[in-house]
């Protein structure tokens, strides 16, 4: 299984993107998927993450409000819309089938990872 991450790119604060993660490879359904971010010299954090089987959804306290996961199922793909950006937002966003724990879900985790996409947030 690979995800496939894109979609970032660098913009002004208060600007929007939408984040894209495309799930390939062979048949497989991950209990949950959603992003995690990186910011230069911190520790990885999780974003959002929604539940396949029901669309639950967490986000994490800085993104609430501001940000809106979704899903296409027909196309395995998961998406990030990210509004009202603002300059700490900037980040390597990386999709995961791993979200299940941030949302307090169980620790239900297979291993797969996208391979990032930075997100650039001017003030």
């Known amino acids: 299984v690979q995800l496939q991450a894109s979609g970032g790119g660098s913009v002004q604060a208060g600007d929007s993107l939408r984040l894209s993660c495309v799930a390939s490879?062979?048949?497989?359904?991950?209990?949950?998927m959603g992003w995690f971010r990186q910011a230069p010299g911190k520790e990885r954090e999780g974003v959002s993450c929604?539940?396949?089987?029901?669309?639950?959804?967490f986000y994490g306290d800085p993104v609430k409000g501001r940000f809106t996961i979704s899903r296409d199922d027909a196309k395995n793909t998961v998406y990030l819309q990210m509004n009202n950006l603002k300059p700490e937002d900037t980040a390597v966003y990386y999709c995961?089938?791993?979200?299940?724990?941030?949302?307090?879900?169980?620790?239900?985790?297979?291993?797969?990872w996208g391979q990032g996409t930075e997100d650039t947030v001017s003030s």
């Open positions: 490879g062979r048949t497989f359904s991950s209990y949950a």
């Open positions: 929604i539940r396949m089987s029901d669309h639950s959804i």
């Open positions: 995961t089938t791993d979200c299940a724990g941030l949302a307090g879900w169980g620790d239900i985790s297979y291993g797969y």
